[in-house]
Nanobody
Framework: QVQLVESGGGLVQPGGSLRLSCAAS????????MDWYRQAPGKQRELVAS???????TYADSVKGRFTISRDNAKNTVYLQMSSLNAEDTAVYYC????????????WGQGTQVTVSS
């Protein structure tokens, strides 16, 4: 079993920045992929960014150039640096850890709220 704990959410003004963290513990397999998703009220959960164990990152078009995903494999932690935030970024942000070749190895954090408002 794997536990994921997100932190770093909060209230930020438009144009501001936040950094989210997600720490994994338990039976963390190597060569995993870690993702950040978000879900705004009344909307489906959407993939924001992904990063492989080797550090290859991909982003949703809506956050390219504004968000940066990174990871520290020694700490089993993934980060999401968010800048130039706007109201459309308001959502609950969730961390996901998975190993694609093992479908049952797919874990979620509890989520952290990010609110962008003046």
């Amino acid at each position: 079993q794997v536990q994921l704990v997100e932190s770093g959410g909060g209230l930020v003004q438009p144009g501001g920045s936040l950094r989210l963290s997600c720490a994994a513990s338990g039976r963390v397999f190597r060569f995993n992929i870690m993702d950040w998703y978000r879900q705004a009220p009344g909307k489906q959960r959407e993939l924001v960014a992904s990063i492989t164990y080797g550090g290859i990152a991909t982003y949703a078009d809506s956050v390219k150039g504004r968000f940066t995903i990174s990871r520290d494999n020694a700490k089993n932690t993934v980060y999401l640096q968010m800048s130039s935030l706007n109201a459309e970024d308001t959502a609950v942000y969730y961390c996901n850890l998975r190993v694609p070749s093992v479908p049952a190895y797919d874990f979620w954090g509890q989520g952290t709220q990010v609110t962008v408002s003046s």
